[in-house]
């Protein structure tokens, strides 16, 4: 009886609990045909279980957002496989979408990393679509209402940047102007889209769990406005840049940014239990990533909890970090592999159209995970 009764709870939570991440599966290439946004292709994505019903709607009405979140769900994956790259869960299953293994679905540390992920991709590709004016509810950010910060103040700030003012800093003025990434309407949209589903109608556990992963999105959506830094542009005679014109910006290094801070945040992600009525505790900070299930140590294979195992992966023979064989074989040892290589080297350019190589052998050597 017990045991029916927990596979049946488990049921459903795997039910509703891929809900918002679903649309991940836009950045499939298979998807790009989808193009362009048309009332069937929303409903399409709808039948095919990667919108919602109110994502579709959301689609159906404001077709110009889905090209920003196409690009998001392709940045998701790449961001979160890139981070993960050398771990023992390397977020390879997020390309399951929208079939989502028991990982991604129960609640655990990686999947509130995915859903923080996710919201800030979007976020930042709806801001850049705000930007680009390709977007009917948005545009530029309104400039800040406070004073651009003081010349001197500004030459600090800009160490880190790739504009530097050199002495003129002093002496040039400063006005709010370009046009600065106007986060704020594209969390506005990105929540709007992203929460379109509701939480599921029954069983607290479910609904705690929908609580928690409405928390770690708005945690991505905040590590975007968290991104925005000040960017400038000179103007004057001949670069002299007597005058500049300063906004808010995202850069151009993309969501990866949004990415390195939430990957901080998983480390120091916190647990939370439910509370009667299904609500989040009120102590946990906006920023924080919360989840409500142990992750397995993603040692050996186990289908029931989304782990793949580190069999055959490659390790790395002499770091003590994740990718070390050590930690990342999880003590079943390595084998080391020496490949010779062959390639082309010592090239000479002996006449028009003619270069002349010697063949060098290397040997490399590779770690995998017994
Ligand atoms: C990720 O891990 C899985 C399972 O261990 C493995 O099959 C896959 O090759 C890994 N991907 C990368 C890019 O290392
Ligand atoms: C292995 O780790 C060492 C030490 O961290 C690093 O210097 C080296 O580049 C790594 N090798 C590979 C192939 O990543």
Redesign the pocket.
């Known amino acids: 009886m017990r045991r029916t009764k927990c596979c049946l709870l488990l049921f459903v939570l795997l039910i509703h609990n891929g809900c918002c991440i679903k649309w991940l599966a836009l950045g499939h290439s298979s998807n790009e045909i989808q193009q362009p946004w048309t009332r069937e292709a929303c409903t399409g994505l709808r039948s095919a279980g990667i919108l919602e019903r109110k994502q579709a709607r959301a689609c159906r009405a404001a077709p110009e957002v889905m090209p920003s979140l196409v690009q998001a769900a392709i940045d998701t994956s790449a961001v979160c496989q890139h981070s993960f790259r050398n771990r023992r869960w390397n977020c390879s299953n997020i390309e399951r979408a929208p079939d989502y293994t028991p990982e991604l679905l129960t609640g655990t540390r990686e999947q509130a990393f995915v859903y923080a992920m996710s919201a800030a991709a979007a976020v930042w590709r709806l801001a850049r679509g705000c930007a680009l004016g390709s977007l009917a509810s948005c545009s530029c950010a309104t400039p800040p209402r406070r004073e651009p910060p003081s010349p001197s103040a500004l030459t600090s700030a800009f160490s880190a940047s790739s504009i530097t003012f050199g002495g003129l800093a002093s002496r040039s003025s400063f006005k709010w102007g370009g046009c600065g990434d106007d986060v704020r309407s594209a969390s506005r949209i990105a929540k709007r889209f992203l929460q379109g589903a509701s939480p599921p109608a029954f069983g607290s556990t479910g609904k705690f769990l929908h609580a928690v992963n409405m928390h770690n999105h708005r945690a991505g959506r905040r590590a975007v406005e968290q991104s925005l830094s000040l960017e400038c542009k000179c103007h004057g005679v001949s670069g002299s840049c007597s005058v500049r014109t300063c906004w808010r910006g995202l850069g151009s290094s993309g969501p990866a940014v949004a990415g390195a801070r939430l990957l901080r945040r998983y480390a120091t992600a916190a647990e939370v239990r439910p509370r009667s009525g299904g609500r989040l505790p009120p102590l946990y900070h906006h920023d924080n990533l919360l989840y409500t299930t142990k992750s397995p140590d993603y040692c050996s294979p186990d289908k029931n909890r989304g782990s793949l195992g580190t069999i055959g992966r490659q390790c790395?023979g002499?770091?003590s970090?994740y990718?070390g064989c050590e930690y990342l074989c999880c003590g079943r040892g390595h084998v080391t592999k020496t490949e010779e290589i062959l390639e082309r080297c010592e090239c000479k350019y002996i006449s028009c159209c003619y270069v002349k190589c010697k063949t060098c052998r290397s040997i490399v050597k590779t770690y995998e995970c017994n």
């Open positions: 790395n002499s770091s970090g990718e």
